[in-house]
T-cell receptor, first 110, second 114 residues
């Protein structure tokens, strides 16, 4: 089992819809969680950190479920500009090494 | 606002050739990283540095060397390139330890080894 797993997609979603995807992790001791977005052939950029109580940033909501070992990202009122690959990042081990998921591709259609 | 700058952006090498990728950041960050990204896989850490004059091995260090002689620069070297090193390489930097804050990435360097 991979340490961090994501559905590769693509998720094809109409503009204005709500979309959610999950990222599962295998190490129950993981402490830090992040979502990055990566546009096609560009560098990753931090979208948001994920806090234990869940957090929201505009149309984006991130949740952490420690019992089931997954984090989620929900995007409301999706925009064409939300089309990207969303990377899940989890810290593991005594060195807090970051493990990156392979990403979930999201395509917003007009 | 330059942020993190990588050079070159593209390079084609023949097996056995050597090259150096240069990363420069203007944010006065202590931490710098070299990652590689391959299709269907998450980013993998090659080497990292926690400050000027320091380097450490990441997840996939074999075949690569690094140096951090100046705080703003982090060089990644391939001494004898192999086709398995065909990848997109990203440099990143951060103000605080990697798991505590944002990593800022360069635009990437696409390397093809024939």
């Amino acid at each position: 089992r991979k340490e961090v797993e994501q559905d590769p997609g693509p998720f094809n979603v109409p503009e204005g819809a709500t979309v959610a995807f999950n990222c599962t992790y295998s190490n129950s001791a993981s402490q830090s969680f992040f979502w990055y977005r990566q546009d096609c052939r560009k560098e990753p950029k931090l979208l948001m950190s994920v806090y234990s109580s869940g957090n929201e940033d505009g149309r984006f909501t991130a949740q952490l479920n420690r019992a089931s070992q997954y984090i989620s990202l929900l995007i409301r009122d999706s925009k064409l500009s939300d089309s990207a690959t969303y990377l899940c990042v989890v810290s593991v081990g005594s060195n807090y090494q970051l493990i990156w998921g392979a990403g979930t591709k999201l395509i917003i259609k007009p | 606002n330059a942020g993190v700058t990588q050079t070159p952006k593209f390079r084609v090498l023949k097996t056995g050739q050597s090259m150096t990728l240069l990363c420069a950041q203007d944010m006065n960050h202590e931490y710098m990283y070299w990652y590689r990204q391959d299709p269907g896989m998450g980013l993998r850490l090659i080497h990292y540095s926690v400050g000027e004059g320091t380097t450490a091995k990441g997840e996939v260090p074999d075949g690569y060397n690094v140096s951090r002689l100046k705080k703003q620069n982090f060089l990644l070297g391939l001494e004898s390139a192999a086709p398995s090193q065909t990848s997109v390489y990203f440099c990143a930097s951060s103000y605080s330890r990697w798991d505590t804050g944002e990593l800022f990435f360069g635009e990437g360097s696409r390397l093809t080894v024939l």
